[in-house]
């Protein structure tokens, strides 16, 4: 059973810069998994944000940017802002048609 | 522009069927993959189901032989038929677009709440 790994809980200040990362229970993650980033404030859809690793998707501001850091996929905030305080979810293909998302990450900006 | 809607939600008896659909506009579903992502009350996301441009169908262990997505492509339509429903299949239902290529989502809709109990 694949299990996909995030911070349950960060915290940042207004202007200040947060990492988020995205792991494997067992393994690296690399560019082959295409990891995206989603954004989701409670009872909201979620938005997408970064896919293929580093891709921002449409109006999204380019203080949030995707990399893989050491065996982890990472979304960067950097100049965070009020509403920047949301839940933020990492997925995974795992190939053969099939995702696994991770737990998500509480962002607090404070 | 890209719009998608679910509906089919509601309130269901354990061991009970409900099928969901996504209509979408500004696009064609058949041109696209689909997928239906779903979150427990409090809880995280969860990958369900996909249908690829070919047809191609995948699911999550977790609903595997209890539900069947599909679509309509005169209706610009996908589907999630959910049978034999238990308790943890109450969420809300997500319906997204994938994007080519890439292995991701990139619109969603608003959601429908699937309510299991008795």
């Known amino acids: 059973q694949t299990v996909v790994t995030q911070e349950s809980s960060l915290s940042v200040s207004p202007g200040g810069t947060v990492t988020l990362t995205c792991g494997l229970s067992?393994?690296?993650?690399?560019?082959?998994?295409?990891p995206s980033w989603y954004q989701q404030t409670p009872g909201q859809a979620p938005r997408t944000l970064i896919y293929?690793?580093?891709t921002r998707s449409s109006g999204v501001p380019d203080r949030f940017s995707g990399s893989i850091l050491g065996n982890k996929a990472a979304l960067t905030i950097t100049g965070a802002q009020a509403d920047d305080e949301s839940d933020y979810y990492c997925?995974?293909?795992?190939?053969?048609?099939?995702?696994?998302f991770g737990g998500g990450t509480k962002l607090t900006v404070l | 522009e890209v719009q998608l809607v679910e509906s089919g939600g509601g309130l269901v008896q354990p061991g009970g069927s409900l099928r969901l659909s996504c209509a979408a506009s500004g696009f064609t579903v058949s041109r696209n993959y689909m997928t239906w992502v779903r979150q427990a009350p409090g809880k995280g996301l969860e990958w369900v189901s996909v249908i690829y441009s070919g047809g191609g169908t995948y699911y999550a262990d977790s609903v595997r032989g209890r539900f069947t997505i599909s679509r309509d492509n005169s209706k610009n339509t996908v589907y999630l038929q959910m049978n034999s429903l238990r308790g943890e299949d109450t969420a809300v239902y997500y319906c997204a677009r994938g994007v080519a290529a890439a292995f991701a989502f990139d619109h969603w809709g608003q959601g429908t709440l699937v309510t299991v109990s008795s």
């Open positions: 997925v995974l293909y795992m190939g053969s048609g099939s995702w696994v």
């Open positions: 067992s393994g690296s993650v690399s560019t082959s998994y295409y």
């Open positions: 293929d690793t580093n």
